[in-house]
C-alpha cells in the first residue's frame, strides 16, 4: 500500500478554522455564571447566618427570595438590552 507525502498527511488533518465570535460568547456566558453563582451562594450564606445564628426567619426568608427574584429581574434586562 502507498504511503501518503507527509505534506500532504498534514493538510487532511488540519483542524477547521477557529470561531472566535462563538468562543467569546461561550466566554461570556461562562463569566456570568460565575458571578452570578458567587452573588447567589453569598445571599445564601446571609440567609442561613439570619436563620441559625440570628434567630430571624423573616429576614432569612427574604435573603432567600431575593435570588430568583434577582435573577428573573437580569434574566428581563439582559433580554430588553438585545
Not at 44 to 51: E, R
Amino acid at each position: 500500500m502507498a504511503k501518503k507525502p507527509a505534506a500532504a498527511a498534514h493538510a487532511d488533518e488540519l483542524p477547521p478554522a477557529m470561531d472566535y465570535a462563538m468562543h467569546e460568547g461561550t466566554y461570556r456566558g461562562f463569566i456570568t455564571f460565575v458571578k452570578w453563582g458567587i452573588v447567589s451562594s453569598v445571599l445564601i450564606v446571609l440567609s442561613l447566618y439570619a436563620f441559625i445564628e440570628a434567630h430571624n426567619a423573616i429576614i432569612g426568608t427574604l435573603l432567600l427570595l431575593a435570588i430568583p427574584v434577582l435573577i428573573f429581574g437580569v434574566m428581563v434586562l439582559g433580554s430588553r438590552r438585545t
